[in-house]
Nanobody, 120 residues
Framework: EVQLAESGGGTVQTGGSLRLSCAASGYTYSMGWFRQVPGKEREGVASIDRDGSTGYADSVRGRFTISRDSAKNTLHLQMNSPKPEDTAMYYC?????????????????WGQGTQVTVSS
């Protein structure tokens, strides 16, 4: 199983920017970012395959950008113009299949999470 470690979380003001990173211990196919707030289900934020194809939740499309460096086994999420409703614990995830998209059930490896808080 691939080990994942997130970094880059913190507090950011509305309209600012924040970049999350995730380091993977090995080869991955689809990778994604998910987020969760207490009392709610985990939701998919963005996903990316090795060929560069991406998917985004409607709530973040146009503001967040997912990218990966497959040679270095790293994943990033550039968060621009964040809103208070983006406040959540963000998780990096890796799948052993292609085209996993935003389906959390398709991911088998998860990081410990990094907290993002957006203040207004």
């Amino acid at each position: 199983e691939v080990q994942l470690a997130e970094s880059g979380g913190g507090t950011v003001q509305t309209g600012g920017s924040l970049r999350l990173s995730c380091a993977a211990s090995g080869y991955t196919y689809s990778m994604g970012w998910f987020r969760q707030v207490p009392g709610k289900e985990r939701e998919g934020v963005a996903s990316i395959d090795r060929d560069g194809s991406t998917g985004y939740a409607d709530s973040v499309r146009g503001r967040f950008t997912i990218s990966r460096d497959s040679a270095k086994n790293t994943l990033h999420l550039q968060m621009n113009s964040p809103k208070p409703e983006d406040t959540a614990m963000y998780y990096c995830a890796a799948s052993s299949v292609v085209g996993a998209g935003l389906r959390s059930s398709a991911y088998t490896s998860w990081g410990q999470g990094t907290q993002v808080t957006v203040s207004s």
